[in-house]
């Protein structure tokens, strides 16, 4: 009996369940990863904070290593569903940007390690759009009707209103969602599509010539053709940071800690920037990276102001589901 116990652990350590965004992770560093350590990495999805959230609460499956947003790490910190890292496995870590740690969600620098980050903003094709585009309410004109992307993540839409209102986007309360419904409703009249995991195929396609965008999509955008514009909304900016985190009930503890810091060398969180061009926090990373991916505007966007970054909101998030839910049916 011992030996098949033993065996089975052996076993448990040579794979890791990630629970992780799509399209976000190159196939490449998977499989470099499994060639050195021959740890299998078992890639699951999903499509917005709030559906990871929704998961870890219920109890779901046993991951063992997260990917999830900034302010979904702040809800599992406090739900107590994240454990400690050990640092002595993370020697990688000195390999990060000081700006990138001890952030608001986890200030003492506990339960997370920032993987990449990025901004939302503005996508213009410049070819087809030639007003000038500088904020939310120049987006979401009446003459861009049928012509708009924006990312399925109602958080950002009402940030969006929030930030035209003159409101900070932590500010989320009935009052505000009342004040905001109006205007988002005038708002999903003029937009064609709703894409969280893809927003620039609709923009490299032509079917749209304008988005609110992930920066690392804008960013793969640019990449392809210089016509497409990146524009830090005038009204104001969200940052958001993506962060690597290890599940309180994670079986697979070493494995997890293996794969954190097998990405937090340079020179695999290059060739993360290299598919996905997401604003990169690993500063030897940085380092390796050509003039011309770091001039790209998405990825590393000239800054005029502070950028704000979400929180978690508890119950009041709940509110926010309400409202969008409610206005696509009546849309």
Do not use: C
């Not at 000195?94 to 200030?107: A, G, I, R, S, V």
């Not at 213009?124 to 979401?140: H, M």
């Not at 514009?229 to 997890?256: M, S």
């Amino acid at each position: 009996m011992a030996l098949v116990i033993s065996v089975a652990a052996r076993a448990a350590d040579k794979e890791i369940n990630l629970f992780a965004w799509s399209e976000y992770i190159p196939q490449g560093v998977l499989d470099d990863f499994t060639k050195e350590t021959g740890i299998k990495v078992n890639y699951e999805t999903f499509a917005s904070g709030e559906e990871m959230l929704a998961k870890m609460l219920a109890g779901g499956t046993a991951y063992d290593l997260i990917q999830p947003p900034d302010y979904i790490a702040e809800a599992l910190i406090k739900n107590k569903l994240l454990q400690p890292l050990d640092y002595k496995k993370l020697p990688g870590f000195k390999n990060l940007l000081p700006e990138f740690t001890k952030m608001p969600h986890d200030p003492e620098q506990l339960y997370t390690i920032p993987y990449m980050a990025s901004t939302v903003g503005i996508v213009v094709n410049t070819e087809k759009v030639k007003q000038p585009i500088t904020g939310i309410a120049d987006l979401f004109s009446d003459k861009n009707k049928g012509k708009i992307v924006v990312v399925d993540d109602g958080r950002e839409l009402v940030t969006a209103a929030l930030y035209v209102l003159g409101y900070p986007l932590n500010d989320i309360n009935e009052k505000n969602l009342k004040e905001a419904r109006p205007l988002l409703a005038k708002w999903f009249k003029l937009i064609k599509l709703f894409d969280s995991d893809s927003p620039k195929t609709a923009l490299l396609n032509g079917d749209v010539d304008l988005g609110l965008v992930w920066g690392g999509e804008a960013a793969l955008l640019w990449n392809e053709n210089k016509k497409f514009a990146y524009v830090l909304p005038k009204e104001g900016a969200h940052q958001f940071v993506d962060v690597l985190a290890i599940p309180k009930n994670a079986k697979n503890k070493g494995a997890a800690h293996a794969f954190i810091d097998y990405i937090l060398r340079p020179e695999v969180s290059v060739k993360i920037s290299e598919e996905f061009p997401y604003t990169n926090p690993n500063g030897g990373a940085r380092k390796l990276l050509t003039p011309e991916q770091l001039a790209n505007p998405a990825s590393y966007p000239k800054v005029t102001r502070k950028l704000d970054t979400f929180r978690h909101l508890g119950e009041t998030g709940s509110l926010i589901d309400e409202l969008i839910t409610d206005l696509k049916s009546s849309k």
